[in-house]
């Protein structure tokens, strides 16, 4: 499975499709992909089978979903979704989906059940077109994300050609209607089922590219195609908080559609470049800064950096190697829809111990050697800092 396809793209359905659409859409498609229905099929048909249905029991699982509908709409792929064919299936039930779009308890009975037809009705709706979608990327700093931003990204997209705007020709006489398809735009083609099942493909007309319209005298400037391409900066809100592989979404400013329909989306894949200092891990920071011997047996200040400038923190006389502080609300805001409040910045301070001492320096040193204050004497705290220190970075 290499790129993954858009969940409405895999179900068939227009992005404002209705729950009942989408519903009927997942329901076709999980008759025709079942994997009982291709239990004599040939391995790499059984293989097909169950690779499309399970690409739109995960598109459906999502879409029929308000909440999780919404964060696609607005964001594309989660992290886990985006990650190879690794879709999480221990998330829901599998069966539970197929009852519910099935409707009672009988019938479709998931895998390995019984199978009804029963209902399986209607066929070629009305599939309303509109323009690809184009997909870019852009590439953010952690303190860009940190604040929100807006960036500008210059794309080539399909608009109307001016000169005929967007009719292919000047003239309107010079349009008929396909021969082919009779205006239609598609052609249905009969196929035999697996068990005999008469049922019909429909596909797009490849005299007229669907466009159920055919130009005798084409516009000179685009060959009569109607559109034109053009690169274009399209100015792109960045919400604070995004992450890498997040998909910000700007409507209209994908392709026109050539048979008239509304234009696709852009769709910004977010990229995170690597910062100088900082580590993250969701809304969290992590730094680690080296002291001295002495900076942490008497303590000092130090600086930090943090993502609006340095930032000055005290480190307490005795402080352990190992020790994590953590800086409340210097971390990254969570996104909207994906979690609440601001994270943190945890700074973790080593202790670099000197390797080379001048004669006097290790005169003083061994003098306090067997002193009580240097042998090892383990608070509850030092331990809770030694016992993390493995975990934590
Ligand atoms: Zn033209
Ligand atoms: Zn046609």
């Given amino acids: 499975m290499a790129q993954k396809r858009d969940y409405y793209e895999v179900l068939g359905v227009s992005k404002n499709a209705s729950a009942e659409d989408i519903k009927s859409a997942y329901r076709k498609l999980a008759l025709k992909w079942h994997p009982d229905r291709w239990v004599s099929g040939t391995d790499a048909e059984k293989k097909t089978a169950e690779e499309n249905f399970k690409e739109a029991s995960e598109a459906y699982s999502v879409l029929s979903d308000p909440q999780k509908k919404a964060r696609y709409d607005q964001f594309g792929f989660d992290g886990d979704q985006m990650?190879?064919?690794?879709?999480?299936?221990?998330?829901?039930?599998?069966?539970?989906?197929?009852?519910?779009?099935?409707g009672g308890a009988g019938g479709f009975g998931g895998f390995g059940g019984g199978f009804d037809f029963g209902g399986f009705g209607g066929g070629g709706g009305s599939r309303s077109t509109r323009g690809q979608d184009i997909r870019t990327r852009v590439t953010l700093t952690l303190e860009e994300i940190a604040k929100g931003c807006t960036k500008t990204v210059s794309i080539e997209h399909n608009r109307p050609c001016p000169e005929c705007g967007g009719k292919g020709t000047k003239n309107s006489s010079d349009i008929k209607t396909c021969p082919t398809c009779h205006g239609s735009g598609q052609v249905r083609q009969a196929v035999r089922g697996i068990f005999g099942m008469q049922s019909f493909s429909i596909s797009t007309c490849p005299q007229c590219g669907g466009k159920g319209k055919v130009v005798s005298n084409p516009c000179r400037r685009c060959h009569g195609t109607g559109l034109e391409r053009i690169r274009e900066d399209v100015s792109v809100q960045i919400p604070?908080?995004?992450?890498?592989?997040?998909?910000?979404?700007?409507?209209?400013?994908?392709?026109?559609?050539?048979?008239?329909?509304?234009?696709?989306?852009?769709?910004?894949?977010?990229r995170e470049a690597p910062h100088a200092d900082l580590l993250r891990d969701g809304v969290n920071l992590f730094?680690?800064?080296v002291i001295s011997v002495m900076d942490a047996m008497l303590g000092c200040e130090i600086t930090v950096p943090s993502l609006d400038g340095p930032y000055k923190i005290k480190v307490e006389p005795g402080t352990q190697s190992g020790t994590?502080?953590?800086?409340?609300g210097k971390g990254l805001p969570a996104v909207q829809g994906y979690g609440r409040g601001t994270g943190d910045l945890f700074v973790k301070l080593m202790v670099w111990v000197p390797r080379k001492l001048s004669r006097s320096e290790r005169e003083k040193l061994e003098e306090m050697r067997s002193s009580s204050s240097f042998t090892p004497d383990l608070s509850r705290d030092d331990r809770a800092v030694f016992d993390k220190t493995k975990n934590i970075f």
Avoid: C, W
């Avoid at 990650?83 to 829901?92: E, L, N, V």
């Avoid at 604070?240 to 700007?250: N, P």
């Fill in 287 to 289: 730094y680690t800064k």
């Fill in 83 to 102: 990650g190879g064919g690794g879709f999480d299936f221990g998330g829901f039930d599998l069966n539970e989906i197929l009852r519910s779009v099935f």
């Fill in 324 to 328: 994590v502080q953590r800086i409340r």
């Fill in 240 to 270: 604070a908080g995004v992450q890498e592989g997040m998909q910000i979404t700007v409507p209209n400013q994908g392709h026109a559609d050539p048979n008239g329909g509304p234009n696709g989306d852009l769709l910004v894949v977010i």
